[in-house]
């Protein structure tokens, strides 16, 4: 268990601390990178005695009340790929050691490739379709990220392409994923095959089948996807080699792999999975000769070998499996060997073209020799474990569609073998210009490393390979295999085929131009064009959509908004009692709908902005009778109060504006403006009504009003509640007075040299001398009684508020603030610190923030209420004045 | 009387509605107003009307008195209003000066386009 954690957390952890680390010293991050790596391997093969038996599982447990365990199991299959990954990944990162030395941004770098390889090592251990789902898109970021790592324009684009198509393919295996445990009704990939029946029986498992294979084919390259591999040779060469050669496309073949107990043997997996792996192969081959790029060519090769294991794996029978998971070690031995030469050849000559290379065998003596060991193994020659894969290969069966393309495939593979491995080294002409000189040992030694483990697989194949192969083969295939791997003498005595094929592929590498000119005509790069058309497709139909939703006028959002709205309210609106009991009238109750209606109709239909204002205000005094005559009176006052300096507001502001005579262009659609204003208030009257109808805590009032008295110790409830019950919000709102004054502030930028736009007049500045103490003492006086009595802090301070702004219209904001003795600012700003003062002396002496507290007639809230008095003084003449003040005419 | 209130409610919110879907900027700084005053009436009627005042002098609430917590609601909805219409009308000068207009669907244009965060694909 722990071994199995480990392998997963130990890059995981590496992967936290390697931005620092690189900043410290980038050889200790390298090494830091290279020991986790191999440590992580180190760990996966501590699991494969227990692989071989009964293998290792860790559950974790996860969202326990709804659904099972997240669970890890390490079988042979999931060890083969663990240590790969750990193996390979220890290779790479000592060679981005050599290769990327003092490039800017190594730790990051190191820090994505961690992450990547933990990602990785968790979907070779994942046994729940949920972890393998996180792992695998994990796996997909971390690509795009090292795809990006060299921020030119190709890579972005290629990055996108990748992402996007095996993000898409991740969302497409998570239906799968999904389909398969209903259908299947397991959680556990490992039990796939015992609830295969299940599976194949419900009626959702062919659309979990197809699922599944396209988010593989997606994330392995397969046909008709396979066109962003080669797109994402953008990458630093090391990375390449690790993500898109040896670990991360073998993702899809692996997860196949994993469900091939429960899918395999059925026709639609054969047609499908065969069927585009026969496709990938023939795309590849033809594309191969026309690659110039070493790296094109290397990532063609492995679209090629991504093809032959969907190939294998689509065939029934133990043989077939056993070739496909030897040839998926050997692969990522030889494939990672080559992407190391070839980084090695660029670091050394400065290009990758096949046509300028030649001759490299003196200058780069140490680089040959990894690159024939490489070829040596991908051409399937003995004692390379490509050998091995080969000779497997030749036992797996198939019909002849099958047979064919894994031929095509074997041919291919020389040919590519000769190209990057043998050509640039021993061919005789090469580019004059080129000076090549030999890389450094930390280049060479883990290129040279792979080698040699490909070496190695291949000499001890029978004895090194043989039983975790054999058990992830028979796992695989639901059952045991007889006898073992090809060993080197049994397959000395076939060798008719191997010598067939690779005559066939020297031939095919030797004419690689009559073979160019060949394919050159033929329409290239289908899928690529049909996946970028459906992609600008995708975005003209989102312009479409923006331009017919997201027109920029705001009335059409407001009209669509309202009507929604509206709309909401109908089914709510249709099943309202609107025959309720009117109840008797007061007669005074009929001119006031007369002055509201009056008042908003002016509004709405003025053709002046004086006659607008007055309609307006009309309606606020309107409303203030009806507070008043309803058992109001607080609101009656301040309402009164906030009328009055509104009024002031609005002709001020409006002077700048045009008169609403002055033409504008025609309105259309008048109509359909009159029907949404119509419904809006139909809807808004069906709401008052709805409410009334339902008196949801008919007491609620009267026990307010009593706590009102009996712990907030006043007698006017609405005050009480505003300072005390819930006084927290009160000093929110205020606050948000505060913002908005100084909003106001922010916006109008006062004229150079403030000036009054309104006459003065002797009479108005004497009488602002007068009113101004009386209002004061008024204000003093609301602010005392308000406690028990109409009246409290807001009325206050617009009270005093108004006064002085009275004082600014008549004789100058400089009077005005000269009245304050302080600027507004400082007024606004100092009632709010009083309020808080006010709540913090709850806080300290007891009880909470804003807790009241009395001494006598004197207690916390009436402190707050004093700073919510000077805070409103302060903001309304901050407005006012703003306005006043304002420069004329637009700019 | 409720009915009453609830009609007068539905009319402001109608006028209100109607000057806010006009095309001037003087219209929509009016109809936001007559908004306000239509919010606030809805809540003060919805929460249920009574004559006499939220008020216990004494200690003991005056018979039928009203429920005291929709009219704070309202109060602060009033003093805010204020601040909100205030701060409209800095808005609304500010982009007249700026724009030189107060035809609002004139200002369509006036937006800087979106960054295109995701240039499109080269065919």
């Avoid at chain 1, 009054?756 to 009488?767: D, E, G």
Wanted: aromatic share 6%; hydrophobic share 60%; proline share 6%.
């Amino acid at each position: 268990m722990g071994f199995a954690l480990a392998v997963v957390l130990l890059p995981l952890l590496a992967a936290l601390v390697a931005v620092p680390s690189a900043r410290l010293s980038e050889r200790f991050a390298i090494i830091l990178t290279a020991c986790a790596l191999a440590g992580s391997a180190a760990c996966a093969l501590a699991l494969a005695p227990a692989a071989l038996s009964v293998p290792v599982e860790v559950l974790l447990p996860w969202a326990a009340p709804l659904g099972p365990d997240l669970a890890l199991r390490a079988d042979a299959l999931g060890v083969i790929l663990a240590t790969l990954v750990g193996g390979v990944g220890a290779c790479v990162a000592v060679y981005i050691g050599g290769y990327l030395h003092g490039q800017a941004g190594l730790g990051r770098l190191l820090a994505t490739l961690l992450t990547f390889a933990a990602a990785m090592q968790l979907l070779a251990l994942a046994d729940d379709p949920w972890l393998v789902f996180v792992a695998w898109e994990l796996t997909s970021v971390c690509s795009y990220l090292l795809v990006l790592h060299t921020r030119t324009p190709e890579a972005l684009k290629a990055g996108t392409t990748a992402l996007l198509v095996t993000g898409l393919g991740g969302l497409v295996l998570l239906a799968g994923l999904l389909l398969v445990q209903q259908a299947s009704g397991v959680t556990r990939l490992s039990e796939l095959g015992a609830a295969r029946d299940v599976l194949l029986a419900s009626p959702l498992g062919t659309a979990a089948l197809v699922c599944v294979v396209i988010g593989c084919a997606t994330k392995s390259a397969l046909f008709p996807f396979h066109f962003w591999l080669p797109g994402a040779m953008a990458a630093p060469t090391p990375v390449s080699a690790y993500l898109h050669a040896a670990t991360m496309v073998k993702a899809g073949i692996f997860l196949l792999a994993r469900v091939h107990p429960g899918f395999g043997g059925t026709a639609l997996w054969e047609a499908l999975v065969g069927g585009l792996g026969a496709l990938t192969i023939l795309a590849a081959c033809r594309r191969l000769p026309l690659a110039d790029d070493l790296k094109q060519l290397l990532a063609w090769s492995t679209v090629l070998a991504l093809g032959t294991l969907a190939v294998l794996l689509s065939l029934d029978g133990a043989e077939a499996a056993l070739a496909a998971v030897v040839l998926l070690i050997a692969h990522a031995a030889y494939k990672g060997t080559l992407f190391l030469t070839v980084g090695s050849i660029d670091h050394g000559t400065g290009t990758r073209s096949l046509a300028r290379l030649g001759h490299l065998r003196r200058a780069m003596p140490w680089t040959a020799l990894a690159g024939l060991l490489g070829a040596g193994s991908m051409m399937g020659l003995p004692p390379f474990a490509g050998f091995v894969a080969k000779e497997q290969i030749k036992l797996a069966g198939g019909g002849w569609l099958a047979s064919g393309s894994l031929l095509l495939s074997a041919v291919a593979l020389v040919a590519v073998a000769w190209w990057v491995g043998i050509r640039p080294f021993w061919r005789r002409r090469a580019d004059p210009t080129l000076q090549p000189h030999e890389s450094g040992p930390a280049i060479i030694g883990p290129a040279l490393a792979l080698a040699v483990l490909g070496l190695g697989l291949g000499l001890g194949g029978a004895w090194l390979l043989s039983p975790l192969a054999l058990r992830a083969a028979a796992d695989l295939a639901g059952q045991a295999i007889d006898g073992g791997l090809p060993i080197l003498p049994t397959a000395w005595a076939k060798a008719g085929a191997a010598v067939l094929i690779l005559a066939l592929g020297l031939t095919a590498a030797w004419q690689r131009e009559r073979l160019a000119a060949a394919t050159a005509h033929l329409p290239r790069d289908l899928c690529m064009r049909a996946w970028e058309a459906g992609l600008h497709g995708l975005v003209a139909l989102g312009r479409a959509c923006i331009h017919v939703t997201q027109h920029g006028d705001l009335r059409g959002y407001l009209a669509v908004t309202l009507l929604v709205g509206a709309g909401l309210a109908a089914p709510g609106l249709a099943g309202l009692d609107w025959t309720i009991a009117a109840g008797p009238v007061p007669l005074w109750m009929w001119p006031l709908c007369a002055l509201l209606t009056v008042g908003a109709a002016v509004a709405a239909f003025a053709r002046t902005r004086l006659a607008a204002v007055a309609g307006l205000g009309a309606v606020g005094y309107g409303m203030a009778m009806i507070f008043l005559a309803l058992g109001a009176p607080d609101l009656a006052l301040t309402q009164v109060l906030v009328e009055i300096l509104v009024v002031v507001l609005l002709v001020l502001a409006f002077r700048h504006l045009p008169e609403l005579r002055a033409a504008v262009r025609p309105e259309r659609r008048r109509w359909l403006h009159a029907l949404v204003a119509v419904l809006a208030g139909i809807a808004a009257t069906g709401l008052v009504l709805a409410a009334q109808q339902q008196q949801l805590a008919p007491h609620l009032g009267d026990r307010l009003i009593a706590a009102a008295w009996e712990r907030g110790l006043g007698a006017n409830a609405v005050n009480v509640i505003l300072v005390d019950i819930r006084a927290l919000d009160t000093f929110g709102e205020i606050t948000v007075l505060l913002l908005a004054a100084v909003g106001v502030a922010a916006l109008v930028a006062p004229g150079a040299e403030p000036r009054l736009a309104i006459a003065r007049s002797p009479i108005l500045a004497a009488a602002s001398r007068l009113i101004l103490p009386l209002a004061a003492l008024l204000a003093l006086f609301l602010w005392w009684r308000g406690h028990h009595q109409p009246g409290g802090g807001f009325a206050a301070g617009l009270c005093l508020g108004a006064a002085v702004v009275l004082v600014a219209v008549a004789r100058g904001g400089v009077a005005a603030r000269r009245t304050l003795r302080a600027s507004p600012l400082a007024w606004a700003g100092g009632g709010l610190a009083v309020a808080w003062l006010a709540g913090m002396i709850g806080l300290v002496a007891g009880g909470g923030f804003l807790f009241p507290h009395w001494l006598g007639p004197l207690g916390t809230p009436m402190l707050f209420d004093l700073g919510v008095f000077v805070l409103v003084v302060g903001i309304v003449v901050m407005s006012v004045e703003r306005l006043l003040e304002a420069e004329e005419g637009a700019a | 009387m409720s009915v009453l209130l609830a009609v007068l409610t539905g009319l402001l919110v109608a006028a209100g509605t109607w000057l806010v879907l006009q095309r001037r900027l003087l219209h929509l700084v009016l109809g936001i107003g007559l908004l306000g005053h239509a919010a606030n009436l809805l809540v003060f009627a919805a929460g249920g009307v009574s004559e006499s005042p939220a008020f216990a002098p004494g200690g003991t609430p005056l018979p039928g008195a009203a429920d005291p917590l929709p009219q704070a609601l309202v109060l602060t909805a009033i003093v805010i209003g204020f601040g909100a219409t205030a701060f409209l009308l800095a808005l609304a000068w500010r982009a007249f000066r700026t724009l030189g207009d107060d035809d609002l669907p004139g200002w369509c244009g006036s937006e800087p386009p979106l960054e295109d965060d995701h240039p499109e694909p080269r065919p």
